[in-house]
């Protein structure tokens, strides 16, 4: 099963069930016929943004935003796709370009587009290459920078 297909069933879980631990998931997702260890679940509550909130009688449960344009990823999941996809960064302007491996950009302009950075106003994704739209008064070679030590080059 492909990650995003689980983390949809994760979703779907989640709005069914009153889940309180990671491992009461990975059962739930066992019944279904998906397999996944703790340590999966919880990188995918991580990329979904799930947080534990108080229900009426005091457990706390995960949950997802329900709007998927409005969750925020961690900046430690940004860093993680940086510094897995990015191969390349250069900037012109208040532009900067990334390049990933053919395929691949979509991931990284989805974790900038959900990272809530101030600097990035917004991206356009290619195959291989994300446009990165710089505000003004961030510069565009000060992010630039930062893009590069994520991705360790």
């Known amino acids: ?9 994760i979703e779907g879980l989640l709005s069914r069930h009153q889940v309180t631990s990671q491992s009461q998931l990975v059962d739930l997702l066992a019944a279904e016929g998906i397999d996944a260890t703790q340590a999966t679940v919880s990188r995918d509550l991580d990329d979904l943004g799930a ?3 108080r229900v009426p009688g005091g457990d706390l449960i995960y949950a997802v935003p329900e709007i998927a344009h409005h969750r925020l990823a961690p900046e430690d999941h940004l860093r993680r796709v940086v510094s897995e996809w990015v191969v390349g960064v250069a900037c012109s302007g208040n532009l900067v370009l990334l390049r990933t491996p053919p395929g691949s950009a979509h991931v990284v302009a989805s974790a900038l587009d959900r990272s809530g950075l101030d600097s990035v106003l ?8 994300i446009l990165v739209v710089v505000a ?8 630039a920078a930062d893009f590069t030590e994520m991705a360790g080059l």
């Open 1 to 9: 099963m492909a990650k995003a297909q689980r983390q949809h069933a």
């Open 51 to 53: 947080v534990k909130i």
């Open 122 to 129: 917004g991206t356009v994704a290619g195959d291989d290459t």
């Open 136 to 143: 003004e008064d961030a510069g565009a070679r000060d992010v």
